[in-house]
């Protein structure tokens, strides 16, 4: 289980998050919603332990995240994947050593173990014809899809997605909410995702919650949120102007 | 308090510090110390980690590929032609006191103690160190460092620590190969084009330099190549912190990565010899 509450983080005089509380139940996948430069991503990287918030609590099974320091924090960052934004893939190595790199720098493994797990992680997400390309030679859906077998790689029991679908043409975008709701089935991971694909990411999560003004505003499921009367929600959903 | 000065400008949003000298000098100051203050945490964090396991050979010795292999025609080049041009220049002036027989040991003096290290170093400023800023940076900026940390996997030891050990390796091995070319040119220059006799040419290098000098040119090189790795890979480490986003962030970084390195091994140069002359 996640629990955050009353997270604080500041950029200079900028303060994004003032007081998130939120919480995430064991197996739940909850989607983050809210606008453009709101601190989605940045919530996202304070509860990953990429980044430090200034005060409140993140607590993941037991642990606060924001106090755990070398080998505890590790262990930690072990139990959970990321699939950033845009990808975050190592440029200059090959779609087949950017998802084979966490496993060569972190197991044992044998080359043909490693290969035998890079093509069927590959394979799952629908590129095992694009091997040897570099991130630069394919399209933003292939890379997000690179990027999601290489987080997978590890079998991460919590798994964070930033925008997985944002850019992409519907189909991939489906495809990419089909490969989550594998997962779900498949592995019973807790995810968090970031985006504001509306309604698309409702059709693929347990619970939604929205951050507006560095708080989170409103939490419940897509049925519930989507009959919400509350105006900002009501208006994100909708995209009226004020 | 009403400004004259402030009132009109804030009206037409132009910021003028000529009227506030103190608060722009206060405010530069601190940033200074801040950037410093950050250089030396960078520093003392990658020394840490240089000394504990693991141990990335495999990136080492790419590095080393990178910044040192990959150096060396670049570095016989100039060391053949500052040797040559070096002897010429000693040359004509060392005839008019009846001198030319001190040709040799002007040439490798010059060359081992002063200009094989800043060369060297310059050099490969120029040639690894900008490369090594921006790709850093670009790493910075597209995630992958994140990426790096949230595998839970050491950013300092997959990108600053094999490049500080390649720099310590390479640095040395240019600057030596730098100083033998530089000889050969001058030899060139002196014994084959102006009729100098190869005996006193050699004769003289042998009789002027000693092991401190060899041992001074080895520090100096140490030096500079820790400086250049730790410059150039804290730029790109922190690109977009302060410098701008994007490509103007990295290109940013990288220019003052490239200047700030050059003037350091300068400064750190005078310094160095100052020491090993005056102990």
């Keep these: ?242 | 308090m009403y400004n004259i000065f402030v009132i009109p400008l804030r009206k037409y949003k132009l910021r003028f510090h000529m009227f506030h000298p103190f608060k722009l000098i206060g405010k530069n100051t601190i940033a200074f110390i801040h950037e410093l203050g950050k250089m030396a945490n960078f520093l003392s964090i990658s020394i840490y980690y240089m000394l504990f396991p693991p141990f990335l050979f495999h990136r080492v010795v790419k590095q080393i590929h990178f910044i040192g292999v990959k150096t060396t025609l670049v570095i016989l080049l100039t060391g053949l032609f500052t040797g040559m041009v070096l002897t010429l220049q000693g040359f004509y002036v060392l005839v008019s006191f009846g001198a030319e027989s001190k040709l040799g040991a002007i040439t490798a003096m010059s060359l081992i103690r002063e200009l094989g290290p800043v060369v060297t170093a310059l050099m490969v400023i120029g040639r690894a160190g900008s490369a090594l800023t921006a790709e850093i940076g670009i790493m910075r900026m597209s995630e992958q460092i994140d990426a790096l940390d949230a595998m839970n996997l050491n950013p300092y030891k997959y990108l600053v620590i094999p490049n500080l050990w390649a720099a310590l390796i390479s640095l040395p091995i240019l600057t030596a190969l730098f100083n033998v070319m530089g000889i050969w040119g001058g030899y060139l220059v002196g014994v084959e084009l102006s009729g100098l006799s190869s005996g006193v040419y050699y004769g003289a290098i042998a009789d002027s330099i000693s092991a401190s000098d060899l041992i001074l040119s080895l520090q100096k090189s140490l030096s500079f190549g820790l400086l250049i790795a730790w410059i150039c890979c804290f730029k790109g480490f922190y690109a977009g912190h302060g410098s701008g986003f994007g490509a103007q962030g990295v290109s940013k970084s990288t220019t003052e990565a490239v200047v700030m390195s050059s003037v350091t091994v300068l400064i750190c140069d005078y310094f160095i010899t100052s020491i090993s002359l005056f102990t």
């Design chain 1, 1 to 242: 289980m996640i629990e955050v509450s009353n997270l604080y983080k500041s950029f200079g005089n900028q303060t994004v998050l003032k007081g998130v509380d939120l919480k995430i139940e064991a197996g739940e996948t909850l989607a983050l919603i809210g606008g453009s430069g709101k601190g989605k991503s940045v919530l996202l990287k304070n509860i990953s332990g990429l980044i430090k918030p200034d005060s409140g609590k993140i607590v993941i099974d037991q642990q606060d995240v924001s106090q755990l320091k070398g080998k505890k924090l590790g262990n930690l960052k072990d139990r959970i994947g990321i699939v950033f934004q845009f990808g975050a893939l190592f440029d200059s190595l090959t779609v087949y050593e950017n998802v084979s790199f966490p496993l060569k720098e972190k197991t044992k493994l044998s080359d043909k173990e490693i290969r035998q797990k890079v093509l069927k992680e590959l394979t799952d997400v629908g590129l095992e014809n694009d091997l040897e390309k570099y991130p630069a030679q394919i399209s933003g859906g292939m890379r997000k899809r690179v990027a999601l077998a290489r987080c997978l790689i590890l079998n991460p029991e919590i798994i964070f997605f930033d925008e997985p679908t944002t850019g992409l043409d519907p189909v991939i975008a489906a495809t990419i909410y089909k490969i989550i709701r594998s997962l779900q089935k498949r592995r019973k991971l807790t995810a968090l995702i970031v985006s504001h694909e509306i309604p698309g990411i409702f059709k693929v999560v347990d619970r939604v919650a929205m951050l507006h003004d560095g708080k989170i505003i409103v939490t419940g499921t897509p049925e519930e949120i989507q009959a919400t009367k509350n105006p900002i929600v009501r208006q994100f959903l909708t995209g009226e102007l004020e």
